[in-house]
């Protein structure tokens, strides 16, 4: 297979030669069970780069497990990670697999592994040199065959310095290291991205896809990109999603991502000082700002809907259930309205509505909203 071929399989954008370089590093590793470290910048990569590793690899047909070692809590990620035997430990109601049973036969990507506490670095690093290790409460050894790989965003060798890292198993762990570049070091890949993003945004949502102008590409090469591709990715849907023609300009992205005048004059790209959450929030302001006037403006047909038509003789059951019928109708037009505002994005409306995907999904099934959703063209 071709460095291009392996990376269209992967979906691996990129034309720096940075990427092609860390791909072929990549290929030639994927087969071993070597132990490979990640490292990069947040939104660079680094979990599109492991399970292309794990995909790339003979054990692709079992489980790639994740772990993101920062998110779960300290005294929890031990039985978490190795398992535990039933009433080991106050809570432990049954005997449970940990992350290493479950990737037997496959590989175990622990992710933001600078976070992990010191205490259990040493047991990890048992592990992954004996490949067995004791469940939480057990007194028989758990053997297993997991390859690792492990991500960080930190500098590990400067976490060691500082002692916040086991220098064992740093080097335990660096054997084959993948330096994703930040995306301001490669802008070459700026433009394939773009293109790559507006793409699948628009198949994915069943849009039209609009023109890029090539002074839009150019300011967006300009950015310094601090949430990387990450970032860059949100931008490019948050712009089509808010846009109301046909081509992306200057302007689609002039709101989202703001290049300080200076650094306009060529080589003095300034540092930028917005991260992905940052534009993400506003972009989430602005629309629940717009969504509250949206609702005022409902709140007040209903209310002078209520004083033309006054009810005689409501009891507290009737009236509980007129305001729960008002309440659901607001509901449902909220929704509609996040809907219509997200073009028929169903994570974005989510998004705009504060409420999980998943809750969105079940209130567009209950209120019976699909019609509205396949009059916007939505996914
Ligand atoms: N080379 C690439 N080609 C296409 N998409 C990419 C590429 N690199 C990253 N992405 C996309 O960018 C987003 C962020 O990537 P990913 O989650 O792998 O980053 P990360 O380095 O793990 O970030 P974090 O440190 O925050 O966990 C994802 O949507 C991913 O699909
Ligand atoms: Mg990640």
Known sequence: MTVEEFQSKFGIIGKSREIKDLVSVLMQVAESDITVLIN???????EVFARALHGASRRTGKNLVSVNCGAIPEGLLESE????EKGSFTGATDKRKGYFELADGGTLFLDEIGEMPLTLQVKLLRALETKEFMKVGAERITKVDVRIIAATNKDLQAEVEKRRFREDLYFRLKAVTLQIPPLRKRKGDIDLLTHYFIRNYCTDNDIPEP????????????????GNIRELKNTIETAIAMSRNSVLSVESFYHLIRIPEQSSSRNLPMP????AEEVEREFIKLALFELKKDIMDLKN???ETAERKPVPDVRVHDENEVSDMSMKSAEKAAIIRALRKAKGNRRLASVILGISERTLYRKIEEYDIKEVISDQGGS
């Open 40 to 46: 990069g910048e947040s939104g660079t990569g680094k």
């Open 81 to 84: 990670l190795f398992g535990h």
């Open 211 to 226: 023109d890029i102008t090539p002074d839009a590409v150019n300011y967006l090469r300009e950015y310094s990109w601090p």
């Open 272 to 275: 930028l000082n917005k991260s």
């Open 301 to 303: 047909i209903v209310l």
